[in-house]
């Protein structure tokens, strides 16, 4: 799960100790609320009994019986829900924020959907499109109508496409701008280049350019449903537009185009390398973009997002914009059945409806309409109180007829960890009682906030507010501020109050530039609202939300990026190139501390077996890691620091990326 609250820095504290809860909020999710019970995990499930195609209504909680892992579960809340037809988009209201968007979303009788277009795949024949096969666009009239007749004031939806990611989702309820957005899919589809285009003349092997589509497509999907599962427990749908999602596995015989295999990455003498320190960055690069490709199973990575889905209540609706099809090789009647079969595995088995060879797409988006009409909500305790993180089995039945009815599949349980979370912090309304964000979740997060033009960052240390604000990678390339900036800083409570201000200036070159601002412990900023004002260029805002620096031992860090060419400037987009060092500096708010260590941690939170140096300046009071990234493949990484005194102990956790 992904919270509001995006400051890289996440303090998980070891030590049992009491904490005041927050006042409970009004009930706005449900018209049965329960209520929160210490110690115990309440699951929401949705449920679609039908006849004839359509919602039975009138049932009640007794004519329900859900069971969890074969072991019956008591109802404890119980909800009808039904979507009025169209509203005209005058009457309804767009959040006033993508976190507003979200918030919205986690109230049940919201309907949620997103509309996702595979931009790879969406077409018959790989490549742009043309007039004569434009499958793309033969999907305009039918989107646009869905939109026109389902969309009530209780929907939220939004259009992404495979050249999106999960960043960019943005739910809202007017449709002028996703109905322009679904009008320029042909333009888009044919003129715009991909990531893949990106890598010609770096890829050098025939079938590694799709590959790095199919790449870019699946990973689209799943920061997608784990976006959508954040949000909340009960469903969530994605109409997927594709004529195809392929399967292939590794391939190792797809190297020999690119001269061999990328050497691995190592420790020598406690720093990281990589192959040939002689060979250039961008040959490194592109040697292990393609192994990387080539070495992918993209089929455990079908399944994966199968599981995903469904532990996340994330429905797809698939839909073939091509129609019907023939194929058009010998023997090409097996793989395009199997084509089908995958998009029709991937719907049903998320309880969604396929829409496939056939030719009627209007037709078919009806009957997406038609399933998203009504759902009943149970909620159940659920009596299994092993807190082990695993995958658990829902099945409802209808008593009257021992009918199993389409539902809610699976759940993920939340973990000892979590557990305590809610313990300690619990969260207002059912969304945080049910799904509670891991540190790791919360420290990869503002990974994404490099993308923005600029990114902020804040840093809490006792009275001082530091904020770090860090021009794009992609601004610096388009010579974005080139002549440099004016930064303002506003620090609000949770009302809105200012609590205090600053300015700051991005020099010319520069790219970057900090702020530090007095606070009032007694009247802590809950919200920073950063503006870029530079010559020649539109204004500019980022915001962050912020919580209350509860570290006893260490402060939040400050982060540093330098080169051989750069010198080290304090960053706020945490991507990095291999040929770019970090440095982390912790600043120490304890007397002494007798227990200090910081690790290496993959993407999943797994240690890697990688030495780093960490060194106290007694002086400056501060912990400081200072290594070169240059050996770490693309990816995902956390610096895990963990500090103690006596009995005390914290793990603070920074996320950075490789990008390239």
């Given at each position: 799960?992904v919270?509001?609250?995006?400051?890289?820095?996440?303090?998980?504290?070891?030590?049992?100790?009491?904490?005041?809860?927050?006042?409970?909020?009004?009930?706005?999710?449900?018209?049965?609320?329960?209520?929160?019970?210490s110690?115990?995990?309440?699951?929401?499930?949705d449920?679609?009994?039908?006849?004839?195609?359509?919602?039975?209504?009138?049932?009640?909680?007794?004519?329900?019986?859900?069971?969890?892992?074969?072991?019956?579960?008591?109802?404890?809340?119980f909800?009808?829900i039904?979507?009025?037809?169209?509203?005209?988009d005058?009457?309804?209201?767009?959040?006033?924020?993508q976190?507003?968007?979200?918030?919205?979303?986690?109230?049940?009788?919201?309907?949620?959907?997103?509309?996702?277009?595979?931009?790879?795949?969406?077409?018959?024949?790989?490549?742009?499109?043309?007039?004569?096969?434009?499958?793309?666009?033969?999907?305009?009239?039918?989107l646009?109508g869905?939109?026109?007749?389902?969309?009530?004031?209780?929907?939220?939806?939004?259009f992404?496409?495979s050249?999106?990611?999960?960043?960019?989702l943005?739910?809202?309820?007017?449709?002028?701008?996703?109905?322009?957005?679904?009008?320029?899919?042909?333009?888009?589809s044919?003129i715009?280049?991909?990531?893949?285009?990106?890598?010609?003349?770096?890829?050098?092997?025939?079938?590694?350019?799709?590959?790095?589509?199919?790449?870019?497509?699946?990973?689209?999907?799943?920061g997608?449903?784990?976006?959508?599962?954040s949000?909340?427990?009960?469903?969530?749908?994605?109409?997927?537009?594709?004529?195809?999602?392929?399967?292939?596995?590794?391939?190792?015989?797809?190297?020999?185009?690119?001269?061999?295999?990328?050497?691995?990455?190592g420790?020598?003498?406690?720093?990281?390398?990589?192959?040939?320190?002689?060979?250039?960055?961008?040959?490194?690069?592109?040697?292990?973009?393609?192994?990387?490709?080539?070495?992918?199973?993209?089929?455990?990575?079908?399944?994966?997002?199968?599981?995903?889905?469904?532990?996340?209540?994330?429905?797809?609706?698939?839909?073939?914009?091509?129609?019907?099809?023939?194929p058009?090789?010998?023997?090409?009647q097996a793989?395009?059945q199997k084509?089908?079969?995958?998009?029709?595995?991937?719907?049903?088995?998320?309880?969604?409806?396929?829409i496939?060879?056939?030719?009627?797409?209007?037709?078919?988006?009806?009957?997406?309409?038609?399933?998203?009409?009504?759902?009943?909500?149970?909620?159940?305790?659920?009596?299994?109180?092993?807190?082990?993180?695993?995958?658990?089995?829902?099945?409802?039945?209808?008593?009257?007829?021992?009918?199993?009815?389409?539902?809610?599949?699976?759940?993920?349980?939340?973990?000892?960890?979590?557990?305590?979370?809610?313990?300690?912090?619990?969260?207002?309304?059912?969304?945080?009682?049910?799904?509670?964000?891991?540190?790791?979740?919360?420290?990869?997060?503002?990974?994404?906030?490099?993308?923005?033009p600029?990114?902020?960052?804040?840093?809490?240390?006792?009275?001082?507010?530091?904020?770090?604000?860090?021009?794009?990678?992609?601004s610096?390339?388009?010579?974005r501020?080139?002549?440099?900036?004016d930064?303002?800083?506003?620090?609000?409570?949770?009302?809105?109050?200012?609590?205090?201000?600053?300015?700051?200036?991005?020099?010319?070159?520069?790219?970057?530039?900090?702020?530090?601002?007095?606070?009032?412990?007694?009247?802590?900023?809950?919200?920073?609202?950063?503006?870029?004002?530079?010559p020649?260029?539109?204004?500019?805002?980022?915001?962050?939300?912020?919580?209350?620096?509860?570290?006893?031992l260490v402060?939040?860090?400050?982060?540093?990026?330098?080169?051989s060419?750069?010198?080290?400037?304090?960053?706020?987009?945490?991507?990095?190139?291999?040929?770019?060092?970090?440095?982390?500096?912790?600043?120490?708010?304890?007397?002494?501390?007798?227990?200090?260590?910081?690790?290496?941690?993959?993407?999943?939170?797994?240690?890697?077996?990688?030495?780093?140096?960490?060194?106290?300046?007694?002086?400056?009071?501060?912990?400081?890691?200072?290594?070169?990234?240059?050996?770490?493949?693309?990816?995902?990484?956390?610096?895990?620091?963990?500090?103690?005194?006596?009995?005390?102990?914290?793990?603070?956790?920074?996320?950075?990326?490789?990008?390239?």
């Amino acid at each position: 799960m992904v919270r509001a609250v995006l400051r890289p820095l996440v303090l998980v504290s070891l030590v049992a100790a009491a904490h005041q809860n927050p006042p409970a909020q009004p009930p706005t999710q449900a018209q049965q609320k329960p209520v929160f019970r210490s110690g115990t995990h309440f699951v929401r499930v949705d449920a679609y009994p039908a006849k004839d195609g359509k919602i039975i209504e009138g049932l009640k909680p007794d004519d329900f019986e859900i069971t969890e892992n074969g072991k019956p579960q008591t109802i404890e809340s119980f909800d009808y829900i039904s979507f009025p037809t169209f509203t005209p988009d005058a009457e309804r209201r767009d959040p006033s924020s993508q976190r507003a968007g979200y918030d919205m979303a986690a109230d049940p009788r919201y309907r949620v959907f997103v509309i996702f277009v595979d931009m790879a795949f969406g077409n018959a024949h790989d490549g742009p499109v043309v007039p004569t096969n434009g499958d793309l666009v033969s999907m305009q009239s039918p989107l646009v109508g869905f939109l026109d007749r389902v969309l009530g004031p209780r929907d939220l939806y939004a259009f992404l496409t495979s050249r999106n990611s999960a960043r960019d989702l943005v739910l809202g309820q007017k449709t002028g701008t996703i109905k322009a957005q679904i009008d320029d899919l042909y333009r888009s589809s044919r003129i715009d280049r991909d990531d893949a285009d990106q890598l010609d003349g770096c890829l050098k092997g025939p079938a590694l350019k799709p590959r790095a589509r199919l790449d870019q497509t699946y990973t689209a999907l799943e920061g997608l449903v784990t976006q959508l599962g954040s949000l909340r427990d009960e469903r969530k749908n994605i109409i997927f537009v594709t004529n195809s999602l392929p399967r292939p596995r590794e391939d190792r015989s797809l190297l020999e185009a690119t001269g061999g295999i990328m050497p691995r990455a190592g420790i020598v003498n406690g720093r990281l390398g990589i192959g040939d320190r002689q060979t250039s960055s961008n040959d490194s690069y592109c040697s292990g973009e393609a192994q990387r490709l080539a070495m992918m199973n993209f089929d455990s990575r079908y399944k994966e997002l199968l599981v995903s889905a469904r532990s996340e209540n994330v429905t797809f609706y698939t839909i073939t914009p091509a129609g019907l099809q023939a194929p058009v090789t010998p023997g090409g009647q097996a793989a395009l059945q199997k084509t089908n079969d995958d998009l029709i595995t991937l719907a049903h088995e998320t309880e969604g409806v396929a829409i496939v060879n056939t030719n009627d797409l209007s037709g078919g988006m009806k009957k997406i309409a038609d399933d998203l009409a009504a759902y009943y909500v149970l909620g159940y305790y659920t009596t299994n109180t092993t807190w082990d993180g695993g995958l658990r089995t829902i099945k409802v039945q209808l008593k009257s007829s021992g009918e199993t009815i389409r539902a809610r599949r699976q759940y993920r349980a939340p973990t000892q960890e979590e557990m305590y979370e809610l313990a300690v912090r619990p969260a207002a309304g059912t969304r945080g009682v049910s799904k509670p964000a891991t540190d790791r979740e919360t420290a990869l997060a503002v990974l994404e906030r490099a993308s923005r033009p600029f990114a902020a960052y804040a840093a809490i240390n006792g009275k001082t507010l530091t904020v770090v604000t860090e021009l794009s990678p992609s601004s610096i390339q388009n010579q974005r501020w080139k002549s440099g900036a004016d930064v303002q800083v506003t620090a609000t409570t949770a009302e809105g109050a200012t609590v205090t201000m600053g300015r700051g200036k991005i020099e010319a070159g520069a790219f970057t530039a900090i702020v530090p601002l007095e606070i009032d412990s007694a009247k802590p900023p809950a919200r920073i609202s950063v503006d870029l004002v530079g010559p020649g260029e539109r204004p500019a805002n980022d915001w962050l939300n912020l919580s209350p620096s509860t570290g006893t031992l260490v402060a939040d860090p400050i982060a540093y990026r330098s080169s051989s060419r750069v010198s080290p400037r304090p960053i706020a987009a945490f991507e990095f190139a291999r040929n770019e060092r970090i440095k982390v500096e912790w600043p120490v708010i304890a007397p002494s501390l007798d227990r200090r260590e910081v690790r290496l941690l993959d993407h999943a939170g797994k240690p890697l077996p990688v030495e780093l140096p960490l060194a106290e300046d007694l002086s400056r009071r501060v912990l400081t890691v200072d290594v070169s990234l240059s050996g770490l493949p693309r990816g995902d990484y956390l610096f895990e620091l963990t500090a103690g005194t006596g009995t005390t102990v914290e793990r603070h956790l920074l996320a950075v990326r490789i990008k390239q």
